[in-house]
């Protein structure tokens, strides 16, 4: 595989490869779907309460999405911002007066004339229905990066404008397309970990549990866990995710075995262990943190060996990851500025 995106500029092929990652979730949308027409999902729109230059679209919830696209609004004018989210997302204290509406997704356009659109991507419904309201009115796209990136990460829009982690990123994300630009602002994620230091302590590692994720099949994703665990007598702390009932038996299998199975609430960030997972950015937010950390895996594909290169993740019985370099602005910050450059 080359040095680059397996689905550079194909969402429908990405989407379909998805699906065959996760054929029994998959099967069961498509039965529901031969029941009943699915009706498009809901979302909230708040917006000022007049015409606003700026559309922030938050697909999801989770960490690394707040990182990208909700840091930014603290460096947003809220009397010039809207926000397309989940049902009952929470907002920052300068969007709770803002009106809130809920509606299909498919019909923000009728509520919402932005003259730029940030968003984490085009992948989400909600990261659809903004970038075809981008288009609608041709105006600028704006992709915050979220995540560390493998090859089998979505494609970007065409004709997107990138926010990037650093500029191998933006090489390995674009994949030789010419109709992308890119501007690298660094990560909100890594440089909020990096003012955050944490109280290192010895002992054995905790172990970061990816059995959500697609790129590696679960069944040497659950072997190499167990294997690590037992050998270093590591702690092991399921993803968030690791909810289904066939992670769930995974879990029990884990501690039928003499396995630690860590399932407490507390932050990723308040731990003080070392850290080992296969390709979790959770090694390199412990690294910025000042924590011992590595990546480990058997027999590892060509692919996760470059990945492990570019962001410079050391392999356990080496030294430690490296704090990942740090920009002199705040991310946030400065990919606010460059929404703001964006409006015409």
Known sequence: MGHGLRFSDDLSAWRRWQESRHRTRSLARRARHTVRRTAPSQVDVLTPGADSDVL?????????VHRA??????????ASTSVVCPPGWV???EFASHQRTTLPVDEIAR???PDVVLAAGHYTEIGAAAHHLAEQR???FLVAQHGALTPYAPPLPAGAHLLAWSEEDIDFWRSGRTDVIATVVGSHLLWQAGRQ???VSEGPPTYLGQGHAAEIPRSRMVEAALRFCREHDAVYRPHPSETDRLSLLTLAGFERTGVTVDTTPTPLGELTTPVVSVFSTGVLEAAARGRNAWVDFP???AWLEEFWERYAMSRYGHAPTPAPAQPDIEPARRVAEIVMESVR
């Open 111 to 113: 509520i919402l004339t």
């Open 91 to 93: 907002a920052p204290m």
């Open 69 to 78: 696209v909700v840091a930014p609004l603290a460096h947003l004018d809220a």
């Open 138 to 140: 041709a105006v600028p």
């Open 299 to 301: 027999r590892p594909p």
């Open 56 to 64: 922030v679209a938050v697909e999801a919830t989770h960490a690394s």
């Open 197 to 199: 230091p944490t109280t």
